[in-house]
């Protein structure tokens, strides 16, 4: 009964944190915003730093009209 109750919890403390973090706004995704309702497409990727150069050359031959950025994500301090 113990290992139900424990495994209850920590699906419900799971849940809560992830309805918590879905309205905690993400500034990097902001400038994007206005782009985006005028119908263009936003392509997020989390690639390896050794990748980027091959997948902008990917990009770019297929879709020479793309915009390419990048935004380097934050360091978590645990």
Same mark, same amino acid.
């Given at each position: 009964?113990?290992?139900?109750?424990?495994? #209850? &919890?920590? &699906?419900?403390?799971?849940?809560?944190? #992830?309805?918590? #973090?879905?309205?905690?706004?993400? $500034?990097?995704?902001?400038?994007?915003?206005?782009?985006?309702?005028? &119908?263009?497409?936003l392509?997020?990727?989390?690639?390896?730093?050794?990748?980027?150069?091959?997948?902008?050359?990917?990009? +770019?031959?297929? $879709?020479?009209? #793309?915009?390419? &950025?990048?935004? +380097?994500?934050?360091?978590? +301090?645990?």
């Amino acid at each position: 009964m113990i290992l139900v109750s424990t495994l #209850a &919890g920590a &699906g419900f403390g799971s849940l809560v944190s #992830a309805l918590i #973090a879905n309205d905690i706004p993400n $500034h990097e995704l902001e400038l994007f915003e206005q782009e985006v309702e005028n &119908g263009q497409i936003l392509l997020i990727l989390d690639i390896a730093t050794k990748e980027v150069e091959n997948i902008t050359r990917l990009i +770019k031959s297929t $879709h020479p009209e #793309a915009v390419i &950025g990048m935004i +380097k994500p934050a360091l978590m +301090k645990i």
